[in-house]
């Protein structure tokens, strides 16, 4: 997952270049054990889109790094906002392998589209819970058959506005509703909900979650979790609990094509990257967004601010 706002940039120096881009992390990501093979997706917001006002939205069902529209179309694309997804669900026949399927979604009666590296399991089981908190006007724009697409449902039935307090309230809640259900429903599950949440200009990293049973606060190192292998528990557990990537920076397009950003200290900051993996080989200028925290961007005038704040779930 990656999201950029900042001055119109060349949408190939967020998504292609980089040693670490989005499409490459589809094929080798950093921290992920398998392929992300299916789909990927992306929005943009451009002044010189037709409709400036409204996001460009790209998805498809097919590995981003197979995509022959990636690189016909990316380079002839800017934006000042960008929300980019590969999708990293299992590779089997249970999997719906559709446009609507893929990241991010975008409904209307909303300033926000959103994507999740994440996971609620028994999310079908759990609406007998949750349908009550949703409203009609966003179930019914429901197109395809994800949690993600669910809880964005969910999360902006919550919201009673659009202010960062709105949102983190929003958050908090969704997030005790959901353990509740699991807990009332007997169906306790690791949950990841690692998301951002994206409008002109805007950025709302989430990296939030539930322990295997259900629990709101776990707790663990990460690192040495991983440590234990795919499969197991403790990797799952840290899965959870690694940190998301936040780059404050400026853009520099440089003459080769390569990464056009470097960090800078805040005050000097025009553009700001959250992602689920650092977009260089090395981590230089990458702060973490911790597990528990969510992060509010905000792009005023040439200056983007930063706030981190804990969650109370």
């Given at each position: 997952m990656l999201a950029y706002i900042g001055p119109e940039a060349p949408l190939e120096s967020l998504l292609l270049t980089p040693s670490n881009s989005l499409v490459n992390q589809a094929l080798d990501?950093?921290?992920?054990?398998?392929?992300?093979?299916?789909?990927?997706?992306?929005?943009?917001?451009?002044?010189?889109?037709?409709?400036?006002?409204?996001?460009?939205?790209?998805?498809?069902?097919?590995?981003?790094?197979?995509?022959?529209?990636?690189?016909?179309?990316?380079?002839?694309?800017?934006?000042?906002?960008?929300?980019?997804?590969?999708?990293?669900?299992?590779?089997?026949?249970?999997?719906?392998?559709?446009?609507?399927n893929c990241h991010p979604f975008s409904f209307d009666e909303t300033?926000?589209?959103?994507?999740?590296?994440?996971?609620?399991?028994?999310?079908?089981?759990?609406?007998?819970?949750?349908?009550?908190?949703?409203?009609?006007?966003?179930?019914?724009?429901?197109?395809?058959?994800?949690?993600?697409?669910?809880?964005?449902?969910?999360?902006?039935?919550l919201l009673a506005g659009d202010s960062d307090k709105d949102v983190q309230r929003a958050i908090e809640e969704m997030v005790g509703l959901i353990s509740q259900a699991m807990e009332d429903l007997d169906l306790p599950a690791l949950?990841?909900?690692?998301?951002?949440?994206?409008?002109?200009?805007?950025?709302?990293?989430?990296?939030?979650?539930?322990?295997?049973?259900?629990?709101?606060?776990?707790?663990?190192?990460?690192?040495?979790?991983?440590?234990?292998?795919?499969g197991t528990d403790d990797f799952a557990l840290s899965m959870l609990l690694e940190p998301m990537y936040m780059l404050m920076g400026r853009h520099v397009p440089g003459d080769d094509a390569s990464y056009d950003f470097e960090a800078c200290d805040e005050t000097e900051a025009s553009a700001a990257i959250f992602a689920s993996e650092a977009l260089t080989e090395d981590e230089d200028g990458w702060s973490h967004v911790e597990f528990g925290e969510i992060v509010f961007l905000e792009k005023t005038g040439d200056h983007v601010s930063r706030t981190v704040t804990r969650l109370s779930v």
């Open positions: 990501p950093e921290h992920y054990p398998d392929l992300q093979l299916a789909g990927w997706g992306f929005g943009a917001w451009s002044e010189h889109l037709l409709k400036p006002e409204d996001p460009f939205i790209y998805r498809r069902p097919t590995a981003a790094f197979y995509d022959d529209n990636a690189t016909r179309m990316i380079p002839s694309l800017q934006a000042s906002t960008v929300l980019g997804h590969v999708r990293a669900a299992s590779y089997d026949s249970k999997v719906v392998m559709v446009d609507e300033p926000w589209i959103i994507a999740q590296n994440g996971d609620l399991p028994n999310w079908m089981l759990l609406q007998k819970e949750l349908l009550r908190h949703c409203e009609d006007r966003y179930l019914k724009q429901m197109r395809g058959t994800t949690d993600t697409e669910f809880l964005y449902v969910l999360l902006l039935s949950t990841k909900m690692k998301m951002a949440l994206v409008s002109p200009n805007r950025i709302i990293g989430v990296n939030v979650g539930l322990g295997h049973q259900g629990e709101t606060n776990p707790a663990g190192d990460w690192k040495k979790l991983r440590e234990s292998g795919p």
